[in-house]
């Protein structure tokens, strides 16, 4: 038996600060996983779809991008606990049914945080909120889809915008994209712009391909590996295996971060023996406590170094053969770094010389090096030249295509890669136009469409009538929340894809329907030729099958990939020259098309039911070679830049905490961090509080600025915590409404989440009112 949804909501006065952890995972962390699995799923279900995460057959873990071994042996139990608590929140046996939403006004449910949305549990009927109606009351399926096709029908393609969340399936993605470039429209925002958009930028033009370069075996073989802006302990716990095999081989591992994340310190490995009894072995033996936003400045000082010591001892540290036959800009590369202003640096970066150059020599020694990167360097305002330092970086050595080498963008959800890979892009090139002309006799778009940010403008202006969100929670994943919400009710049909209630669903468009779809550990067998499975391409480019075997909680349940094709009979009619129903019978007839529209993808239907899957082509990595317009590698040159803060100001940086799936909460504990039972906190340092005048645990309002207009946020509590001085840390989303639309990665237009200049004002609620009746933005 599980236990029923809580019916009590946050509390924020019952938070309790403690001491942070120095070491992850362990013992500990398996109880937590199977404590939350048991009270939300049951035990039975728990362990059931516990023993298959990961496993050949099994279904593809949707906590997060990081790849199973295809060559070695898998664990008897290839997850971690966030991994399973992402599986207890999936397989709930939880049910929000049409009595639920009758007894939940959409005016209650708005005051409702997400932690208590999402705990409710499992949606099991399509539902409609119209105009006027104060609760969401059910709807047949079939007239659910003649509502989209009438909305859509009554507007233009150029006013529907279709949202995808990463953990879409490869089938559903490309179907997906089908049917919005059938209908005329390149509007497929998804949540990559929010995540590692800046990544694709500063790859495509550099190495020829936006994805990562090495693979899982790779970390069996780098001499060093750093780990840049990332938490794995939390959000890529798989990831601290290899890497704690890679420290005991003798590998040197360098995290770079404002904040001492568990996962670098100490990493209990609850497979192994020591693990169990409470041993940690250390994942970094070097730890660049950096500012926020100045790896910029430490990559540039890592060339600098670089590029001296060849100088010193020529033929020792860079790869001349490589940059000469397969690189292009290296002689504007080495001018620009010629010198170096050490002052500038050290205040960018908040480290000493001394520091910078230790790490420095480690690279300078090392034959093979791995950078892994995550949000703390995508989403800032330079995040794309910061990115392309550390294509120099590799250039520089020839880091490419050789074992134990090359970039490791770490992503985020489990097939966010795929997802792109299937076509889900604003900026589709002319190869995927034309291949899907060809194949489907359509006639695709070729203006682009609106990236997230530009999908918050078009809301914000109106020009949205048709919202479709193909998973994922647009309304508080995005920056600016109040104008966001305000513009999306202001549309004129929202359609939610989803499995769990969330804030989207009730700050919904004038209509709104609620399509409760089958989840990834959920049995998908009502099709006539029996059930199907679907694919999924993990951070390295491997693409394997995913199938959920558990009885879904309601047989009004439906398949994403029939969800897309009924609508797009819906919209595009019953003769549509796409062979929907086709597809949506039979996923073979999906793969069969991909393998016909995608280079790669050849053979697809029969690879993808080998043992470990298929690996993607990957230029950089298996041929040293780089497509990009010049054939070659691209050694770019950017100018220095760091944030700074005014006086009284800070930079604040926002996370996730460990109990969360992005806008979905698990619970109420960052346990790593010291923090239970409370959300809305600044992790702040001891030296900050003291020069701003303000008192640990105190309560504050928290004002953003930029570019002359002031956001702000209400009642966070003030912790003292060894962050970088001059870098503030607050959670995501609760910190999304300081985050002005405008304050975006140049180039990627992710936003700058990780950039927020913020000053802090003691909570009255006097102030606070004052402010609201100001409205949000003030000059
Ligand atoms: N359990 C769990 N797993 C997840 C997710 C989840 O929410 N929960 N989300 C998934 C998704 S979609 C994604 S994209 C990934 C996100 O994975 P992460 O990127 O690890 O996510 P964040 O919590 O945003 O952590 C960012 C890290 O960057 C650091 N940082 C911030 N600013 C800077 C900077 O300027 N420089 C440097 N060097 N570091 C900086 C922060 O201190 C923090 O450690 O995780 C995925 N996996
Ligand atoms: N301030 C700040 N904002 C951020 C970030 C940050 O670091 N700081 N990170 C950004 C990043 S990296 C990302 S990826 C975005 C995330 O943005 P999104 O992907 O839009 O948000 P999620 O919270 O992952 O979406 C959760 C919802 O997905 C639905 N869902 C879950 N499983 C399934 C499924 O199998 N099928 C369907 N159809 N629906 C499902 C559930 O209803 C759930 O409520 O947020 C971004 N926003
Ligand atoms: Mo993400």
Known sequence: MHRPAPTQDINEDDLVVTEPKRSAA???????????????????????????????????????????????????????????????????????????????????????TEYWLGSQGRITEPMIIREGETHYTPITWARAFATIGEHVNATTPDKCVFYTSGRTANETAFMYQLLARSLGTNNLPDCSNMCHESS?????????????????????????????????????????????????????????????????????????????????????????????????????????????????????????????????????????????????TEEATGLTRAQITTVANLLIKSKASIFCWALGLTQQPHSVPTLKEIINLLLLQGNFGKPGAGACPVRGHSNVQGDRTMGIWEKPGEGLLAALDAEFKIDSPRAHGYDSTEALVAFENDTVDVFVSMGGNFALANSETEALEAGMQRAKLTVHISTKPNRSHVVHGQTSLILPTLGRTDRDDKHPGGPQFLSVEDSMSVVHSTQGRLKPVSEHLMAEPVIVARMATAILGEDHVVNWKGMADDYDVIRDHISRVLPGFEDFNRRVRGRNGFVLPNPPRDTRSFATDIGKGRFTVSPFEALSAPEGHLILQTMRSHDQYNTTFYGLDDRYRGIKDGRRVILINPADLLELGLEDKSLVDVISTFGGTERRANRFRLVSYPTAKGCAAAYFPEANALVHRDLVARESNTPGFKAITVRFVPHTREAARMFDEDAVTVG
Request: glycine share 10%; proline share 5%; net charge negative.
């Open 200 to 344: 694709g930028s500063a790859l495509n033009p550099t190495i020829g391909i936006g994805k990562g370069t090495v693979s899982l075996e790779d970390f069996e073989h780098a001499e060093l590996i750093f780990v840049i802006g990332q938490n794995p302990g939390t959000n890529h716990p798989r990831m601290l295996s290899a890497l704690a095999d890679a420290r005991k081989r003798g590998a040197h591992i360098v995290a770079v971060n404002p904040l001492p994340e568990a996962g670098f310190f100490g990493f209990k490995d609850p497979q192994a023996v020591r693990g169990m009894l409470g041993k940690a072995d250390d994942i970094s033996d070097h730890f660049l406590q950096i500012k926020v936003g100045g790896d910029l400045a430490l990559f540039q000082a890592f060339g600098h170094l670089l590029l001296t010591a060849e100088a010193k001892n020529p033929g020792t540290v860079i790869d001349a053969a490589f940059i000469d036959s397969v690189t292009d800009g290296y002689d504007a590369y080495k001018e620009a770094r010629a010198t170096l202003d050490w002052e500038a």
């Open 26 to 112: 362990g013992v500990k962390a398996v109880m937590v996983s199977l404590e939350r699995g048991f009270s939300e799923a049951g035990v039975s279900r728990t362990l059931r779809s516990m023993l298959r995460i990961n496993q050949r057959g099994g279904f593809d873990c949707p906590g997060c991008a990081w790849p199973e071994s295809i060559t070695g042996a898998r664990k008897p139990a290839e997850f971690c606990e966030n991994g399973a608590k992402a599986i207890a929140e999936e397989a709930s046996a939880r049910t929000v049914t049409p009595e639920w939403w009758a007894k939940h006004p959409i005016s209650v449910l708005r005051e409702k």
